[in-house]
């Protein structure tokens, strides 16, 4: 952001939370997207070790924790339960957020 909170390079005051929404769909978009294509990968005909890259797997564990725990920090604020009773709460929303981005296009 430049300069202050209320700076938005002179887009309308709505930027930060169309940002905020665009960049909540974009994450659940993210975390669905590896969920299926991890889904695909271990529901091969059998998926041997061999055929599994680990780097890919090890990558995506890290961005979907990093999604989920944001989507948790978000639920967080409206409830307050600790974290690590909410992760399941937080990731029924984040596939409805991505199951609704994937039908706005």
């Not at 960049?23 to 294509?37: F, S, T």
């Not at 680990?54 to 725990?69: C, N, R, S, Y």
């Amino acid at each position: 952001m430049h300069g202050s909170d209320g700076d938005w390079g002179g887009a309308p005051a709505t930027a930060p939370v169309l940002t905020a929404e665009t960049l909540g769909l974009a994450m659940a978009r993210r975390a669905a997207d590896i969920l299926d294509r991890h889904r695909d990968m271990l529901t091969r005909a059998a998926p041997g070790p061999a055929s599994l890259d680990h780097g890919v797997l090890a990558a995506d564990d890290a961005i979907f924790t990093a999604v989920l725990d944001a989507a948790s920090d978000c639920l967080g604020r409206f409830d307050r339960r600790p974290a690590d009773d909410r992760w399941c709460d937080a990731l029924l929303q984040l596939l409805q957020l991505a199951r609704f981005a994937a039908r706005a296009g």
